[in-house]
């Protein structure tokens, strides 16, 4: 069964301080992982796309990497407007690729 | 990037009434739309694929007549929860994708009385 993991559940920062979330996943074969970001009562907001292990994609203080088994979101020096929760999903190959298989999520919390 | 509306952003019905959810892709258009729930503290569940022109694909124990999808233009699906009970209160999200990367709306919070 497809299963995407993702740790720490729940992340506090002081402001300046860098850290990585991460998201593990289990599918017969990735077509594509992404990473969102989710405000309380809002929408995801879409950040990266990765297609296959060593890619990395960078914007602002994120830099998302991905390995045959995880992914990994780095914040460097995060500011208190990242506070967010961090969800990763998976596409899989197979017969249904447009469906997105979510985590739990990583809520973070960066304080001043 | 991609924007995608929904309306209502919040609804409050009462038992047993049935409620329309709106789902736009505002600057492309979009064969295919997502309809996912999420319960609060808990990561989003994909309810069924909205295909224009065609019937929706529904998820494995999701119910399809209480779940009424129609995807009647290149730009809107539309949601209708029908015979709503409290259960069913949640936040509905929506998406829409013009390439590869699925894009959400704002979400829409079902309150059932």
């Known amino acids: 069964e497809d299963q995407v993991t993702q740790s720490p559940e729940a992340l506090r920062l002081q402001e300046g301080e860098s850290s990585s979330l991460n998201c593990s996943y289990t599918?017969?074969?990735?077509?594509?992982l992404f990473w969102y970001r989710q405000d309380p009562g809002k929408g995801p907001e879409f950040l990266f796309t990765?297609?296959?292990a060593g890619e990395e994609k960078e914007k602002e203080r994120l830099k998302a990497t991905l390995t045959k088994k995880e992914s990994f979101l780095h914040i460097t020096a995060p500011k208190p407007e990242d506070s967010a929760t961090y969800l990763c999903?998976?596409?899989?190959?197979?017969?249904?690729?447009?469906?997105?298989?979510f985590g739990t999520g990583t809520r973070l919390q960066v304080f001043p | 990037g991609a924007v995608v509306s929904q309306h209502p952003s919040w609804v409050i019905c009462k038992s047993g009434t049935s409620v329309k959810i709106e789902c736009r892709s505002l600057?492309?258009?979009?064969?295919?739309m997502f309809w996912y729930r999420q319960f609060p503290k808990q990561s989003l569940m994909l309810m069924a694929t909205?295909?224009?022109?065609?019937?929706?694909?529904?998820e494995q124990g999701v119910e399809k007549d209480k779940f009424l999808i129609n995807h009647a233009s290149l730009t809107l699906s539309t949601l209708t929860v029908t015979s709503a009970h409290p259960e069913d209160s949640s936040f509905y999200i929506c998406s829409a994708r013009p390439l590869a990367e699925q894009y959400f709306g704002p979400g829409t919070r079902l309150t059932v009385t």
């Open positions: 600057d492309f258009q979009a064969t295919t």
């Open positions: 599918v017969s074969g990735l077509r594509g």
């Open positions: 999903a998976v596409q899989a190959l197979g017969l249904n690729t447009d469906k997105l298989i």
């Open positions: 990765l297609y296959s």
């Open positions: 909205s295909n224009e022109g065609s019937k929706a694909t529904y």
